[in-house]
């Protein structure tokens, strides 16, 4: 059975920090690339950040670049988003989902490129 478990959500002051975790299961987890999205509560879905565990390249929305780190420990089918120096528009549930991209064009923001999604967890950052 295909799992996303996602964790570390929480409640934060402007400028703090949170982990998100996001474990995997069910799936080879090399093959596919992780992502974060959000999704604020009236608004769409947007991406946040996606690697490719195989070989680490990263992306970031324009909004969270230098601020958010993205991760993965491939030995524990794991992906982290570090997210420093928040602010009250990052406010939102966060999801992490996956991708088979390995040999095709992928777009990492485009939701239908994901087969699988977590149920989300949510973060708050207090003004």
């Known amino acids: 059975e295909v799992q996303l478990v996602e964790s570390g959500g929480g409640l934060v002051h402007t400028g703090g920090s949170l982990r998100l975790s996001c474990a995997a299961s069910g799936f080879t987890f090399d093959d596919y690339a992780i992502a974060w999205f959000r999704q604020a509560p009236g608004k769409e879905r947007e991406g946040v950040s996606c690697i490719s565990t195989s070989d680490g390249n990263t992306h970031y929305a324009g909004s969270v670049k230098g601020r958010f780190t993205v991760s993965s420990d491939n030995a524990e089918n794991t992906v982290y988003l570090q997210m420093d120096t928040l602010k009250p528009e990052d406010t939102a549930d966060y999801y992490c989902?996956?991708?088979?991209?390995?040999?095709?064009?992928?777009?990492?923001?485009?939701?239908?490129?994901?087969?699988?999604w977590g149920r989300g967890t949510q973060v708050t950052v207090s003004a």
């Open positions: 989902a996956a991708a088979y991209y390995l040999g095709k064009y992928f777009n990492p923001w485009d939701e239908y490129e994901y087969d699988y």
